[in-house]
């Protein structure tokens, strides 16, 4: 079975700061993995995903993460934080040959951005 | 094009009484899945539906806990009699089989059982 870590359950960062959310996996086949955001009383929104192209995928309102099968690790990063950014940010993972679209979640990293 | 609509997006109710959850997919969306959101367990995977028909129920708590697709346009998830420890965030998410499995979730209906 696939598994999801979300080091960190809270990260704060100063505006224009760098954004670093670390997200480590475990699935004995390769996975597709994927990174949502959640703002308060919302739904969850695809920021990205990693569908075994490129190991760098680039996702919306700036925000990038690397695919590293060596680590296990798919860790979401943004250069220059701004204040809107603040929200909850869960990695997925799922194994598309076994269970199409039954995505594993992690727990949740609440970001906080300081003026 | 209309997201996946959930309905009721608030619901308050009184221990024992029965909640039934709504939820439209996107059109030509063939997976229908049900998540529940708590602080302490996070986001928990109920059942999931493959053209309307339940593939995974493992996740259902309890036999309290019920879920339907009679077609590709509806699903409802219930609840009879509901606890208070049924409180939380159900969302529901498609997906389409042509697609690389990314989930499109509603906006949540936010549950709480007095």
């Known amino acids: 079975a696939q598994s999801v870590t979300q080091l960190g359950s809270h990260v704060s960062v100063s505006e224009g700061a760098l954004v670093l959310l670390r997200c480590n996996y475990s699935s004995s086949v390769p996975p597709y993995l994927f990174w949502y955001v959640q703002y308060p009383n919302q739904g969850l929104q695809l920021l990205l995903k990693?569908?075994?192209?490129?190991?760098l995928v680039k996702g919306i309102n700036g925000f990038e993460a690397e695919f590293k099968k060596s680590e296990t690790s798919f860790h979401l990063t943004k250069p220059s934080a701004h204040m809107s950014d603040a929200a909850e940010y869960f990695c997925?993972?799922?194994?598309?040959?076994?269970?199409?679209?039954?995505?594993?979640f992690g727990q949740g990293t609440i970001l906080t951005v300081h003026p | 094009d209309a997201g996946v609509i959930q309905s009721p997006r608030h619901e308050v109710t009184e221990m024992g009484q029965e909640v039934t959850l709504r939820c439209k997919p996107i059109s030509g969306h063939d997976y229908l899945f049900w998540y529940r959101q708590t602080m302490m367990r996070g986001l928990e995977l109920l059942i999931y539906?493959?053209?309307?028909?339940?593939?995974?129920d493992s996740g259902m708590p309890e036999d309290r806990f019920s879920a339907k697709m009679p077609n590709a346009s509806f699903s409802t998830l219930k609840i009879q009699p509901s606890e208070p420890r049924d409180s939380a965030v159900y969302f529901c998410?498609?997906?389409?089989?042509?697609?690389?499995?990314?989930?499109?979730f509603g906006e949540g209906s936010r549950l709480t059982v007095l």
């Open positions: 997925a993972v799922s194994v598309y040959t076994t269970s199409y679209g039954k995505l594993t």
């Open positions: 998410a498609t997906t389409r089989t042509s697609g690389t499995g990314e989930l499109f």
């Open positions: 990693y569908t075994s192209a490129a190991t």
């Open positions: 539906f493959n053209n309307n028909v339940p593939i995974d």
